[in-house]
């Protein structure tokens, strides 16, 4: 089949780390031309979005791995020039946006998918097996980082619209909500906030859901001095006891590790992808994102240093 030919727009560590090399592994992808304002990838690069689309480069698709702010303009661009569209997550700076984007890839009859890539562990895949069915009697998520190692320098994540410790706390929530049996809300959240940051470093949420008679308990914290924690537990009310750990990626029941063979997050997800374009059709999941602006409407704030 011809490939299909990107432009990967925003060459930051996420880029340089999972885009680039999963769309090398992938025969069906041709990397046509990068957006970065220092330092090419490409052969061809530009130094924003827009000289991309007035080049001329021949392209078909956009993967944006900007910082999620400016991603609704570019992909308002790429979608109006009949590009397929992906998006790291989370793929927009609201919901409102994603919507308008979703509506906008349905009317130019092109490819719009929002990525969650946590979701593409084999372990995830197989959890929401086991789950299915059941009634939760408890949920306990904990996602501990230290925010220096993972975003050093990094002054965007604590500004309006750069979702503080929800930018990894998203990809908890895309988990639990791929794997959960029914639908989760947002009880109630207490919110920590630094002096002079716009958004959060730590959360502590409860969930509420049709779907389980217990506690369904959140912590996210972005102070973590040391190694990081990225856990969610279940166990059902027939006393099944399902973990998964290291972001998703190993699975435990009942205390027994299970073999969970299967593609690496990124390669699946340009495999996704490929799928999509094929088909013409669009992937749009916009409940991990919802959960966090949930989380901002209902929580209560408070000061730490």
Not at 141 to 169: S, T
Not at 186 to 197: C, E, I, N, T, Y
Request: aromatic fraction near 8%.
């Amino acid at each position: 089949m011809t490939p299909i030919k990107i432009g990967v727009i925003g060459l930051g560590k996420i880029a340089r780390d999972q885009h680039l090399p999963a769309i090398a592994a992938n025969p069906r992808f041709e990397l046509a031309a990068t957006v970065n304002r220092s330092g090419a990838a490409s052969a061809t690069n530009f130094t924003s979005a827009a000289d991309l689309l007035n080049s001329g480069v021949d392209l078909n698709a956009v993967a944006i791995t900007t910082p999620p702010g400016p991603r609704y303009a570019i992909a308002r661009d790429c979608i109006a020039a009949g590009l397929d569209v992906l998006l790291e997550k989370p793929p927009t700076a609201s919901l409102a946006e994603i919507e308008d984007l979703r509506e906008q890839a349905a009317a130019r009859g092109v490819s719009l998918f929002t990525t969650w890539h946590a979701q593409h562990n084999a372990a995830v895949v197989k959890a929401k097996d086991l789950i299915k069915g059941h009634r939760i009697s408890a949920m306990k998520i904990v996602w501990h980082e230290d925010v220096e190692k993972w975003h050093p320098g990094q002054a965007w994540i604590w500004q309006a619209g750069g979702f503080g410790v929800f930018d990894p706390g998203i990809n908890a929530f895309s988990i639990a909500s791929k794997i959960f049996p029914g639908s989760l809300f947002v009880r109630q959240a207490a919110l920590s906030f630094r002096d002079g940051a716009d958004t959060p470093i730590a959360a502590e949420i409860q969930f509420e859901s049709a779907a389980a008679s217990g506690p369904l308990e959140c912590s996210l914290d972005w102070r973590r001095a040391s190694g990081e924690e990225w856990t969610i537990h279940l166990s059902t009310e027939g006393g099944q006891s399902i973990a998964l750990f290291d972001g998703g990626a190993r699975l435990v029941v009942d205390g027994e590790p299970q073999a969970t063979p299967g593609a690496d997050e990124y390669p699946d997800i340009y495999r996704r992808f490929a799928e999509l374009v094929d088909a013409r059709q669009s992937e749009v999941d916009v409940v991990p994102l919802r959960l966090v602006a949930d989380c901002l409407l209902v929580g209560s704030r408070n000061s730490v240093a």
